[in-house]
């Protein structure tokens, strides 16, 4: 079997497999997968949180695409998680559980997605995900000059199929589109001209 070669693209998560994000920026990164998947998205949060994704606060498109399923304890998360990532039409699953995840759960999520062709995004609080995961990112928001943007710090700290890295990102919740931002002293100045 051939390895897969690497993306080009840093942000894009791998196809009908699990990825986890963690951090006060993980429901942006979420956002900002939803609109990069096409087809229906389901969103998962258990029935008493008081954080619900709001039509008008989504980004264009999104809200249109958008399933909300509120399961009332964590055993039905856990099952609605699975079943929505075996259900074939599904672009995106992105869920909420509030407890670490075992191994076997990371590995059923895998398994479901495997089957129903879906990619999931686990919004995960810290250190409570599942080592069967395929990716995890770290998500912050960093304060920006910008009035029309906010600047990201996105790390991914787990990579089965590759190497992790950081990067700073300005994104205005519009579009998938984003402007990387180079770190202090690191932008590449351009190449002297000979003479």
Known sequence: MRPEPPPSDPFELRPHRVHEAEGRGRRSFALFQALRHPGPLVWITPAHSPELPMLRGLPK?????LHLLRPSGETDLL????????AVPVGLVIAEPEKPLSLTAGRRFQLAAEAGRTTGLLLIREGAGSNATETRWHCAPQASSSPDSTLHHWTLSKNKMGTSGFWTLNWNGASSAVDLVSEARQRHEPAETPR
């Open 79 to 86: 099952w609605c998680v699975e079943e929505a990532l075996r």
């Open 61 to 65: 498109g999104v809200g249109e695409r």
